[in-house]
């Protein structure tokens, strides 16, 4: 079965860190760039950060300096590792697969999708 599924999520206070997994399964995980999205409530969602096979990575201005994204090609998984985090983060965090080598910030440009872990940051 082809599937993303994430991990790590959870209520922290402000100022402190999370990372999130995202473990993929039934592909081929090492060609494709991947992303991270977020969603919080009554917003639409929104693309945090990217990273393409070789680790080439771009964030979202409102998380650069306190994201990390990352990925283990030998583990098909990709990271998120959240510092220093606000309450504007919090949001249901999503996993996605681009459907091309090269990362896009295109909702359309992503052809598989976790079920999404649920980040809570308290101020």
């Known amino acids: 079965q082809v599937q993303l599924v994430e991990s790590g999520g959870g209520l922290v206070q402000a100022g402190g860190s999370l990372r999130l997994s995202c473990a993929a399964s039934?592909?081929?995980?090492?060609?494709?760039?991947m992303g991270w999205y977020r969603q919080a409530p009554g917003k639409q969602r929104e693309l945090v950060a990217t990273i393409t096979s070789g680790g080439s990575t771009n964030y979202a201005d409102s998380v650069k300096g306190r994201f990390t994204i990352s990925r283990d090609n030998a583990r098909n998984t990709v990271f998120l590792q959240m510092n220093s985090l606000k309450p504007e983060d919090t949001g249901v965090y999503y996993c996605?697969?681009?459907?091309?080598?090269?990362?896009?910030?295109?909702?359309?440009?992503?052809?598989?999708w976790g079920q999404g872990t649920q980040v809570t940051v308290s101020s």
């Open positions: 996605a697969k681009a459907r091309d080598i090269t990362p896009t910030t295109a909702d359309r440009d992503y052809d598989l």
């Open positions: 039934g592909m081929i995980f090492g060609i494709n760039a």
